[in-house]
Nanobody
Framework: QVQLVESGGGLVQAAGSLTLSCVFS????????VAWFRQAPGKEREFVGG????????FYTDSVRGRCTISRDNAKNTVSLQMNSLRPEDTAVYYC???????????????????WGQGTQVTVSS
């Protein structure tokens, strides 16, 4: 049974930084591409960025590119999302998600992700 648990959310001032962590448990972590999504109140869940199962590939949505970095440690079963220059519009619940573990392709469609964490709230004050 795959489980994901996020942590690291909180309240931060605009222009500040925050690092979210996601701990994976279950089958071999290195099989899974992992992504971060977020959902703001009244809005649909959106892709933030993702990292391939090897860690060699990452990509990000345009609104966070250059401000966010995703990394993973397959030995520790963790994925991190480092966010810098935070803006009030980054306020959302952030989720990490893992795909089926059968694909080498990193995708941005939430439908490709089978396993989800419970989410962690990030609030950016202006």
């Amino acid at each position: 049974q795959v489980q994901l648990v996020e942590s690291g959310g909180g309240l931060v001032q605009a222009a500040g930084s925050l690092t979210l962590s996601c701990v994976f448990s279950g089958r071999a972590f290195s099989l899974y591409n992992v992504a971060w999504f977020r959902q703001a109140p009244g809005k649909e869940r959106e892709f933030v960025g993702g990292i391939s199962r090897t860690g060699r590939s990452t990509f990000y949505t345009d609104s966070v590119r250059g401000r966010c970095t995703i990394s993973r440690d397959n030995a520790k079963n963790t994925v991190s999302l480092q966010m810098n220059s935070l803006r009030p519009e980054d306020t959302a619940v952030y989720y990490c998600a893992a795909d089926s573990g059968t694909s080498s392709t990193l995708r941005s469609d939430s439908k490709e992700y089978l396993y989800w964490g419970q989410g962690t709230q990030v609030t950016v004050s202006s």
